[in-house]
């Protein structure tokens, strides 16, 4: 998420990012990326292509700290998701 960040793909990430399946007919290039949630046809798409997606969830202290672990002496444990909507698949 945070070289998504910092490459320019996504502008700012609140609660992490989401994969949607919009454009994935232009999508070719096989990739591994780390998401919160990925809709099941960008999933189809990228595994298609030869690529990996890993849904994962991070608290938002966590995710500041993966985001910017500079202004971290010591990274925080990412706490389990609450609720089943906050990770995986929809």
Known sequence: ???????????????GVVLLGRGSEHYTIPCTIEVT???????QTIEKV?????????NRIALQALLYPEK???EPQSAFPTKYKDIGKF
């Open 50 to 58: 030869g690529g990996k997606i890993t849904t994962v969830y991070h």
């Open 37 to 43: 949630r990925a809709s099941q046809r960008s999933i």
């Open 1 to 15: 998420m945070r070289d998504l960040l910092q490459s320019g793909a996504v502008s700012h990430i609140k609660d």
């Open 72 to 74: 971290w002496a010591i």
